[in-house]
C-alpha cells in the first residue's frame, strides 16, 4: 500500500483512483492512516458488509478477529471487475508498478 501512496499521481493520471476497504472500526482505520501517511481514500468497514459481498471475509485474523482477505480489484467506470488479485497473507500486495502492467494489458487488449 505504501508503493499506491507513493505513486498516486500516476494512478491520477491514468483516471484511476486508489480505494482501500477495511473491517476495522473507523477509529482504528484513521489512526492507521494517520500513521501510514496514507492520503488515498480509505474506508471502513466494520460491518464487513462490502467485504462480504465480495467474499473476502476471513475468520481468525489478530485475536481471532475477522478480517478482510487481502485483494486488490481493477474495476471500471461500472463497478465491473476487470482484473482480481487474491492472496491468503495479509503482508503480500501488490505493488504499484505490477498493477500498471495489468492495466497496460487491459488497455492494449481492448483496443481494437
Given at each position: ?8 499521481d ?6 484511476v483512483?486508489v480505494v482501500?476497504?477495511s473491517?476495522?472500526a473507523v ?6 492512516c494517520?500513521k501510514?501517511?496514507f492520503?488515498?481514500t480509505?474506508?471502513?468497514?466494520a460491518?464487513?458488509e ?7 471475509l476471513?475468520?481468525g485474523?489478530?485475536g481471532?478477529a475477522?478480517?478482510?482477505?487481502p485483494?486488490?480489484f ?13 492472496t491468503e ?9 505490477e498493477i ?6 487491459l ?6
Amino acid at each position: 500500500m505504501r508503493s499506491y501512496q507513493q505513486n498516486l499521481d500516476k494512478f491520477a493520471a491514468r483516471g484511476v483512483s486508489v480505494v482501500a476497504v477495511s473491517v476495522d472500526a473507523v477509529d482504528v482505520t484513521r489512526k492507521h492512516c494517520e500513521k501510514q501517511g496514507f492520503t488515498f481514500t480509505f474506508l471502513s468497514d466494520a460491518k464487513a458488509e462490502v467485504i462480504r459481498r465480495y467474499d473476502l471475509l476471513h475468520a481468525g485474523g489478530f485475536g481471532g478477529a475477522d478480517i478482510a482477505r487481502p485483494a486488490e480489484f481493477l474495476l471500471d467506470a461500472n463497478g465491473k471487475v476487470l482484473w482480481l488479485n487474491l492472496t491468503e497473507d495479509y503482508k503480500v500486495r501488490s505493488k504499484a508498478d505490477e498493477i500498471f502492467k495489468v492495466m497496460d494489458g487491459l488497455a492494449a487488449s481492448s483496443k481494437p
